[in-house]
């Protein structure tokens, strides 16, 4: 019931009332939009932006309309806990004999080697393009529970877009907007703290030029020391 006194609003609140709101501030809340973190490699042409600095595994890369590693990998600035999703965005211009080997996982650390998982797609640009799911844990080695055939789904010559999707303990894998049937769930590691990385290797000049990161992230994002 709501009462007006001298143009002051007087509300008195039933005890369902109370129980309604508080439903919709939790759903209000639950439903909040992640928040979205952008690298355009193209526009920064550096690693560093402020404080943010990506960390490569070797000296092996240069600029040119965005990023282009030769025969190395980088590991973002942050990590991140909870759920969130990794898009990374790269031209091709690749051929059935002159191909490209991209790495795309989630580290348990910077230096890797704890945990690791992602996929990996070792002949982008042929015409038998296969991505493979990969996860490594010191105590089983390197293993690859599944593969998926995406020459249909990923441009030999022009712009791709490849995501990974962590909800809870599983990660969900997208090729230029089409969902992959094959998921990879994170086994042997019980902290929720994980690096994005990304590699390129057996290219040649800008045959693979990664152009822009996006991270949407509901938890937290924590840089690296």
Not at 146 to 157: D, M, W
Not at 172 to 183: D, E, M, P, R, Y
Request: hydrophobic share 40%; aromatic share 14%.
């Amino acid at each position: 019931m709501i009462e007006v006194t001298h143009g002051v609003i007087i509300m008195r609140f039933k005890p369902f009332l109370i129980g309604i709101i508080s439903i919709a501030i939790i759903t209000s809340l639950s439903g909040c939009k992640p928040k979205v973190w952008v690298y355009d490699f193209a526009l920064e042409s550096s690693l560093i932006r402020g404080d943010e600095e990506w960390h490569p595994n070797s000296d092996n890369y240069s600029f040119s309309s965005g990023l282009i590693l030769d025969d190395a990998g980088v590991v973002a600035p942050h990590y991140y806990n909870g759920d969130f999703s990794v898009t990374l965005d790269f031209k091709l211009d690749t051929s059935p004999s002159d191909i490209a080997y991209i790495e795309f996982l989630l580290l348990s650390y910077a230096g890797g080697m704890e945990w690791e998982g992602g996929i990996l797609i070792p002949d982008a640009g042929s015409a038998t393009s296969t991505l493979y799911l990969f996860m490594y844990t010191p105590s089983t080695g390197s293993q690859y529970p599944g593969s998926v055939p995406i020459a249909a789904l990923l441009y030999e010559i022009g712009d791709n877009t490849i995501k990974i999707d962590k909800v809870g303990d599983l990660l969900k894998f997208s090729v230029n907007g089409t969902l992959i049937a094959s998921c990879l769930l994170i086994v042997g590691y019980e902290r929720d703290s994980l690096y994005p990385y990304f590699g390129c290797f057996y290219v040649e000049a800008d045959e693979c030029v990664f152009k822009t990161v996006t991270i949407e992230y509901k938890g937290d994002q924590v840089l690296i020391d």
